[in-house]
Antibody
């Protein structure tokens, strides 16, 4: 059974960097699929942040204007999100997910982690 | 970006009812359309992918139709566990985008 679990600080100060890690179990991230981050401000809709395939391919949401980086650590079977220069607008529940490489559906999700941006 | 618009935004129904949720794309997305169900405090769950394929374990009372720009999700006979928020998501082009959600509530 594929499982994903987010970890990282629940509070980040404005202008700082938000860093989250997703630990994957039950599937090796080097075998395929995209590995993605999606966020959701409490009570609102879903926003795709970006996805990375083992190897070269990485795709980001242009709305994040170059502030985001997703990286994979195959030795730990983890992938990470870095979002720089955060503001209150970046406060949200952050989900990691596995994304099918052909149809781009998200079939496995982490439980989500709430990150607040506040001083 | 492709905009996804769901209607209605909210819907009240009773157990046993048949309900339909619509998702419209701002331009054609072929059948690159996925649906998710989200319950309060939980991550979304994949229901349907590629416009018409039910994800593993999803009951057959869920069905979909549509292609191009207009899609519908139908639940043939609502069960108590179906009351949730439903999101559509286009997978035709990047950035992947979601509809704003349809909240299905018990009448």
């Amino acid at each position: 059974q594929v499982q994903l679990q987010e970890s990282g600080p629940g509070l980040v100060e404005p202008s700082e960097t938000l860093s989250l890690t997703c630990t994957v179990s039950g599937y090796s991230i080097r075998l395929g699929y995209y590995w993605a981050w999606v966020r959701q401000p409490p009570g609102k809709g879903l926003e795709w942040i970006g996805s990375k395939y083992h190897g070269e391919n990485t795709y980001y949401n242009p709305s994040l204007r170059g502030r985001v980086t997703i990286s994979l650590d195959t030795s730990k079977n983890q992938f990470s999100l870095n979002l720089i220069s955060v503001t209150a607008a970046d406060s949200a529940i952050y989900y990691c997910a596995r994304e099918d490489s052909s149809w781009s559906y998200f079939d496995y999700w982490g439980q989500g982690t709430l990150v607040a941006v506040s001083s | 970006d492709i905009q996804m618009t769901q209607s209605p935004s909210s819907l009240s129904a009773s157990v046993g009812d048949r309900v339909t949720i619509t998702c419209r794309a701002s331009r054609g997305i072929s059948n690159y359309l996925n649906w998710y169900q989200q319950k309060p405090g939980k991550a979304p769950k994949l229901l349907i992918y590629a416009a018409s394929s039910l994800h593993s374990g999803v009951p057959s009372r869920f069905s979909v139709s549509g292609s191009g720009t207009d899609f519908t999700l139908t639940i043939s006979s609502l069960q108590p566990e179906d009351f949730a928020t439903y999101f559509c998501q286009q997978a035709f082009s990047s950035p992947r985008t979601f509809g704003q959600g349809t909240k299905l509530e018990i009448k």
